[in-house]
């Protein structure tokens, strides 16, 4: 079964820090993976788009990393605002009938002045 | 501006009450779907469509109908509804890439908190 694992499930930091948000996934086959941001009460919005070729894509302050081999991404946020508190969401498409979304449970993120 | 516009953004209503929720889009796509997202789980899809007069179930079908008559909407349809339909509903587009390949950004609407009593 497909499934998309993310880590942790929410995280708390100040102003201007560093974090880091983990994904595993069991899609096959791989087609490609996103990293999506919702605010409370909005529509996820795209932040990056990964292809098997691709280990690293950056988004202004985001970056997301990919290992395809281990089944692992990662999305950095570096020097977080107060605008960035948000779920991210990772999502796995599978190179399918339908490229199915697999969308993992995100993980709440909330800055702290 | 290219957008997914979804109608109305809260509803409640009575059990067995029909209500159609609406979702256009603006870019064209070919794809367009159908999902809900409730605490701890992720977003899961309810229906898809490849095209016009092409639908699909997704993962959570049951209770719910679908059409897609005109390329831009593709309206989710709720013809007895009951609490357990209780939830945030989003509708989502994105065009066919090369190959009728999916490896294409997906718009999402504002969504739709419907609440069954």
């Known amino acids: 079964k497909n499934q998309v694992e993310q880590s942790p499930q929410s995280l708390i930091i100040l102003e201007g820090k560093n974090c880091t948000l983990q994904c595993n996934y069991t899609v096959s086959p791989f087609s490609n993976l996103r990293w999506y941001k919702q605010d409370t009460g909005r529509g996820p919005v795209s932040l990056t788009i990964?292809?098997?070729?691709?280990n690293t894509k950056s988004n202004g302050r985001y970056t997301a990393t990919l290992d395809a081999d281990t089944k692992q991404s990662s999305l950095h946020i570096t020097a977080s605002q107060l605008s960035d508190s948000a779920s991210y969401i990772c999502v796995v498409s599978a190179e399918a009938a339908g490229n199915k979304l697999t969308f993992g449970g995100g993980t709440r993120v909330l800055v702290k002045p | 501006e290219a957008q997914v516009t979804q109608n109305p953004r809260y509803l409640i209503t009575v059990t067995g009450k029909k209500l159609t929720v609406t979702c256009s889009q603006n870019m064209n796509h070919e794809y367009m779907s159908w999902y809900r997202q409730d605490p701890g789980l992720g977003l899961r899809q309810i229906y898809y469509s490849m095209n016009v007069e092409v639908t699909d179930k997704g993962d959570v079908p049951e209770g719910y109908k679908v059409s897609r008559k005109e390329k831009r909407n593709f309206p989710l349809i709720l013809e007895s509804p009951s609490p357990n339909q209780t939830s945030l509903y989003f509708c989502?587009?994105?065009?066919?890439?090369?190959?009728?390949?999916?490896?294409?950004?997906?718009?999402f609407g504002q969504g739709t908190r419907l609440t069954v009593v």
């Open positions: 990964m292809t098997f070729s691709e």
């Open positions: 989502a587009s994105r065009t066919l890439g090369q190959g009728a390949r999916l490896d294409t950004e997906a718009f």
